[in-house]
């Protein structure tokens, strides 16, 4: 992933990042909930210890965006800003991630998602 492509996901990233922060500020809800549950997701790392495979599926089970619009969705529908306030945290997360260039993983590894590589270039293979 280079070029334009990339920069626009990352400004997509830096969008979702700034309007669920702003979507949480509308909850009127404490800033340490924010600070305090802003990298949970990051918790999906352990599942990596059971290997890619399923460190894959738990990490973005976590960082997909579905997530967080169900439980956003929910929230509306109970009228309950409890809700609101943790799907925005949840996806203001997502967004600082993909603004960071970190995207789904694939099972193949950590450093493989769709929105390409990760992490320091192996210059063994870029030797090669």
Do not use: C
Not at 55 to 77: E, M, R
Not at 88 to 93: F, G, S, T, V
Not at 95 to 113: C, N
């Amino acid at each position: 992933m280079a070029g334009a492509p990339r920069l626009l996901l990352r400004f997509e990233g830096l969008a979702l990042l700034a309007a669920a922060t702003v979507g949480f500020h509308l909850t009127s809800l404490s800033w340490w909930l924010y600070g305090v549950l802003f990298f949970v997701p990051d918790v999906s790392f352990a599942a990596y210890g059971a290997g890619p495979r399923v460190g894959a599926v738990v990490y973005n089970a976590l960082h997909s965006t579905i997530g967080p619009a169900l439980l956003a969705g929910t929230g509306l529908l109970l009228g309950d800003a409890r809700l609101l306030g943790v799907a925005a945290i949840w996806a203001a997360h997502i967004g600082f991630d993909r603004m960071l260039g970190y995207g789904l993983k694939y099972a193949s590894g950590f450093s493989d998602t769709h929105l390409g590589r990760i992490g320091r270039p192996d210059h063994a293979q870029a030797d090669a």
